[in-house]
């Protein structure tokens, strides 16, 4: 059974700092993604990493993918207040293309 | 397109209540699912279709059921519904299991 995790659950930081969210996931995955969820709100897609090596960039965000480790990674950059959210990680398992999602990490930026 | 759409947003039921969480794709997506989150946490997979008149169970499938008549509606059903239903249900499709397109959710309250 595919489980993922994420650390650190919640994360303050400063506007102008950076920082990686981390995850983990127990069992091999085609492809793994990484979503965006304003409060109250629905999921924004943010990235899919589909093999080995694979770096995304988008703005202050950058993801990549060790399918070897087992371990994606979400490096924020130069924080601003507008990317608090909350940040989730998921892999993909089975023939019917299931998502198994992390418990999400929590971003506050302050000013 | 109007892409996943999800009736209703809110809904108030009593223990013991049933009802229809409604989702609509008009993307002719062959794979559609079902999941719900609650507070602070992350999504968890009810059910899945991978096509008309074929469905699975996911990771929490007790006190639900589906059916998949049609391509475009993946209707979930409460019966007996209980405090512990109490989440937001997001419905999701996707082509080919490449891309998801989420519903703006369903929040529920079981009193």
Redesign the interface.
């Known amino acids: 059974e595919l489980k993922v995790e994420q650390n650190p659950l919640f994360l303050s930081m400063q506007e102008g700092k950076n920082y990686t969210i981390y995850c983990n996931y127990s069992t091999t995955s085609d492809r793994l993604y990484w979503y965006r969820q304003d409060p109250g709100k629905s999921l924004e897609s943010l990235f899919v990493l589909l093999s080995n090596g694979a770096v995304k960039q988008e703005g202050r965000l950058m993801a990549s993918l060790d399918t070897k480790a087992r371990l994606s990674t979400l490096h924020i950059t130069a924080a601003v207040h507008d990317l608090s959210a909350t940040y989730f990680c998921a892999a993909v398992t089975g023939t019917a293309s299931k998502l198994t999602f992390g418990t999400g990490t929590r971003l506050q930026v302050t000013l | 397109n109007a892409g996943v759409t999800q009736t209703p947003k809110f809904r108030i039921l009593k223990i013991g209540q049933s009802m229809t969480l409604q989702c609509t794709q008009d993307m002719n997506h062959n ?1 559609m ?1 079902w ?1 719900r989150q609650d507070p ?6 009810i059910y ?1 279709s ?1 096509g008309a008149g074929i469905t ?1 169970k ?1 990771e929490v499938p007790n006190g639900y059921n589906v059916s998949r008549s049609t391509t475009e509606d993946f209707p979930l059903r409460l019966e007996l519904a209980a405090p512990s239903q109490t989440s937001v249900y ?1 419905c ?1 499709s ?1 082509l ?5 397109y ?4 369903t929040r529920l309250t079981v009193t």
């Open positions: 794979y699912y999941y602070g946490m992350g999504l968890k997979l899945y991978v699975d996911g997001f999701a996707s080919s299991g490449e891309t998801w989420f519903g703006p959710g």
